[in-house]
């Protein structure tokens, strides 16, 4: 079993799926090129994940505010745009992309409504976008579909990919994390 981590999150691949960390140094191309989280190959399609999390157990309140702010007004549309179609545009030029392409952008916020996911996913096809030109003049889309959801919903509509946080067992800190602890705090 194929396990992908991001922060304080993980995902679980099912046996015999193959997936890998996209965003890491062996991308060789950050300095001019955003890249999604992760990038999962199934036999009859590529998922492109993205995994954001204002509910980090150590994200600071100004930082998850702003988070929001920037969720709910669709300004983080423009990051998540720009991941896929670098990735998109990467995957392309090295390996030629065949398959259909789905975009799954995980947001690690419990409060998300339902309707809220909804709008999220609605824009975010469009900007991408979805279809191409009304003309018709695409010969083939370059996302085939996409969806935003929270942990919830991810692993409701998911249950075979579930996403978990990472935690310590009776310590309260995170797995994985170096930091040094004094009094609760980060340090």
């Known amino acids: ?3 992908l981590t991001e922060g304080t999150l993980q995902l679980k691949l099912p046996h015999g799926v193959e997936g890998r960390k996209f965003d890491g140094d ?8 955003k890249a999604v989280d992760f990038v999962v190959e199934l036999p009859d399609r590529i998922i492109f994940i993205e995994f954001k999390d204002p509910d980090h157990p150590f994200s600071k309140p100004k930082d998850r505010q702003k988070f ?4 709910m007004s669709g300004d983080l549309d423009v990051d998540l745009v720009y991941k896929y ?3 998109f545009l990467y995957l392309w030029a090295w390996k030629d992309v065949k398959k259909p392409v789905h975009y799954l952008v995980l947001i690690a916020m419990r409060s998300l409504t339902a309707a809220e996911l909804l709008i999220r996913t609605d824009e975010l096809k469009r900007k ?7 003309s018709g003049m695409w010969q083939r889309p370059i996302v085939n579909e996409c969806g935003v959801f929270n942990i919830e919903t991810w692993n409701k509509q998911l249950p075979d990919y579930p996403v978990t946080r990472i935690i310590r067992e009776g310590s309260g800190s995170l ?3 170096t930091r040094k602890q004094s009094d609760g705090k980060p340090g």
């Open 175 to 177: 797995a994985g994390d």
């Open 85 to 87: 179609r670098d990735s």
């Open 26 to 33: 062996a991308h060789g191309l950050s300095h001019c090129m």
């Open 128 to 134: 991408l976008p979805l279809n191409g030109p009304e």
């Open 1 to 3: 079993m194929t396990v």
């Open 68 to 71: 929001i702010q920037n969720f």
